[in-house]
């Protein structure tokens, strides 16, 4: 069974930057597109980046593009998503998931199209 593990969550200041790391253990990573999503207060849970399994093709949601860079590393069965310029409206907490393989297939930023999903990783930006 795949589990999911992130980390790197905190209080930042806006304009600040934070990385935030999913790590796997169980399954190797190799075969599973990954998701990061995330949840404010009252808010549907929305998706924000997601790569494919080689780490060929990401996707970004439009409120983060450019501020928000999703990558990974197989050999660690890690991955992660580098945040700049946060601001106050990206508080919320952080999840990562892991979808079964699906060939050739881009990942996409609907949560229903994931399968194993992390506990969360609480961010927040105020200053």
């Known amino acids: 069974q795949l589990q999911l593990v992130e980390s790197g969550g905190g209080l930042v200041q806006p304009g600040g930057p934070l990385r935030l790391s999913c790590a796997a253990s169980g399954p190797n990573l190799n075969f599973y597109a990954i998701g990061w999503f995330r949840q404010a207060p009252g808010k549907e849970r929305e998706g924000v980046s997601c790569?494919?399994?080689?780490?060929?093709?990401?996707n970004y949601a439009d409120s983060v593009k450019g501020r928000f860079t999703i990558s990974r590393d197989n050999a660690k069965n890690t991955v992660y998503l580098q945040m700049n310029s946060l601001k106050p409206e990206d508080t919320a907490v952080y999840y990562c998931?892991?979808?079964?393989?699906?060939?050739?297939?881009?990942?996409?930023?609907?949560?229903?199209?994931?399968?194993?999903w992390g506990q969360g990783t609480q961010v927040t930006v105020s200053s």
């Open positions: 790569i494919n399994s080689s780490g060929g093709s990401t």
């Open positions: 998931a892991a979808r079964i393989p699906k060939w050739f297939v881009p990942c996409g930023l609907g949560p229903n199209d994931y399968d194993y």
